[in-house]
């Protein structure tokens, strides 16, 4: 990589370290009032610098990341790791969808239309 820089767009950041899939979605997380830096609400080009916290609510979790280095483009995974600190709490343990829907005894029989819809409901909570 080139000379660190100083600071950087919070939305560029955000996308560059993957916490989301693309910049807009980065940008529309800002605006919509999903991401603060050091407390306080952070609009798409709130400058981000090292050692600056950040909470960014990202699927339902909320995500607390520190700073560590500035970087403005997307990079690899294992590269994107190392900018930043995570301090976000553990996501709450999901049941797995067996236990959800249930097991059904061998031989019972093809699932009736309602097991049917209960068992895509849950694939599609994976």
Same mark, same amino acid.
């Given at each position: 990589?080139?000379? +660190?820089?100083? &600071? +950087? #767009?919070? *939305?560029?950041?955000?996308?560059?370290?993957?916490?989301?899939? +693309?910049r807009a979605?980065a @940008?529309? @997380?800002c605006?919509?009032?999903?991401? &603060?830096?050091?407390?306080?609400? @952070?609009?798409?080009?709130a400058?981000v #610098?090292?050692g *600056?916290?950040?909470?960014?609510?990202?699927?339902?979790?909320?995500?607390?990341?520190?700073?560590?280095?500035?970087?403005?483009?997307?990079?690899?995974?294992?590269?994107?790791?190392?900018?930043?600190?995570?301090?976000?709490?553990?996501? *709450?343990p999901?049941? &797995? @969808?067996?236990a959800?829907?249930?097991?059904? *005894? %061998?031989?019972?029989?093809?699932? +009736?239309?309602?097991d049917?819809?209960?068992?895509? %409901?849950?694939?599609?909570?994976?």
């Amino acid at each position: 990589m080139g000379p +660190t820089m100083e &600071s +950087t #767009r919070a *939305d560029r950041w955000l996308w560059a370290i993957r916490l989301y899939k +693309t910049r807009a979605a980065a @940008a529309d @997380a800002c605006k919509a009032g999903h991401v &603060s830096i050091n407390g306080k609400k @952070a609009k798409p080009a709130a400058q981000v #610098r090292v050692g *600056d916290r950040l909470e960014a609510r990202v699927n339902q979790r909320q995500r607390i990341v520190e700073v560590l280095r500035v970087i403005e483009s997307r990079v690899g995974a294992p590269i994107a790791v190392e900018c930043y600190a995570d301090h976000s709490p553990p996501p *709450d343990p999901r049941p &797995s @969808a067996a236990a959800l829907a249930g097991s059904r *005894d %061998r031989g019972a029989g093809r699932p +009736t239309k309602k097991d049917r819809r209960e068992m895509e %409901r849950l694939r599609r909570l994976r």
